[in-house]
């Protein structure tokens, strides 16, 4: 299998480069499980790590609780079809280099050095990356340092869309796999430089950060999110934090919304980050007068 096969086919890894931008423990009485409720009626919304490695199972009890008490479970999009091996394929194209597109080659001098010890380091042809538009090295470089970290085990979304589908429940999306990719085609436009030296520094502190993101998921500390994972990457990366969490955030809350019409209760489980701050979806529902409240498992269950 050739490099660029190795680091891009895996479609959950390019997708868990999302939350890698996103330390209490268990104790904390949070939970990144949370209930929102208006005239009666309530919907669970659950933030999610998209891949994780062996030892993070099991999940914290209140997923798998708000997940019993759901009829319908929704995701950021249609988790099955991103195994299809013709949608992978899609995906991949979408990554790649075409004409008008800016390539590494295109980069500061320093940036491409950068680039090329980072790569050295790790026995990767600096030709490898030439082949992908800056979305797709962006993306691709944090796949493949979280595969190095081992992070290759389904995360949140898979296990409840495979446990969905064998429960026979109903299941949703927020955006179809489409949609998606045109957000994560807008990674880094006229920010190019900056998007790639941002990504080589973070991915020196990859591995501390991921154990801190992993902790504070388990607690659902809303103040430790900010703080960690949400003020560095507005800060950083203004237009990426724009283009998949605003944008995406700002299109999901109608349909959310919506759900509070149905008879059902509804389980919407999408990315940790969506979650927090001030365009979040929690903040967002709170300032339109829903009660938001961490949902907390019921003990001995």
Known sequence: MSLINKFTKSTALILIALTALLSSH????DSSVWKVEKD???????GTIHVLSKGDYPFPKEFDQAYKKSEVIYFETDIQKLSDPEIANSLTSKLM?????????????????????????RNIPFE???QFNISG??????????????????G???????????????LGQMETIEQQMSFFSKIGRGNEDQLI???????????????????????????????????PFVRDYPQTYKALLVERNNNWMPKIEALFDTPEIELVLVGALHMIGKDGLLQQLESKGYIVEPFVAAPGD
């Open 197 to 231: 030296m941002y990504t080589l520094r973070d991915l020196e502190d990859m591995p501390k950060l991921m154990t801190q993101m992993k902790d504070t998921w388990r607690s659902g500390d809303r103040a430790k999110y900010r703080e960690l994972m949400l003020e």
């Open 97 to 121: 280099a075409k004409e008008g597109d800016k390539r590494t080659t295109a980069l500061k001098p320093e940036t491409i050095a950068a680039l090329k010890a980072f790569l050295k380091k």
């Open 156 to 170: 949140v979304d898979k296990y409840y869309d495979t446990k969905a589908r064998q429960d026979k429940k109903t």
């Open 26 to 29: 268990l104790a904390v009485a």
């Open 40 to 46: 009666g009626k309530h919907v669970y919304l659950g």
């Open 128 to 130: 490898m990356m030439d």
């Open 137 to 154: 090295v962006y993306l691709v470089l944090f796949s493949m340092e979280l595969a190095n970290m081992g992070m290759t085990n389904d």
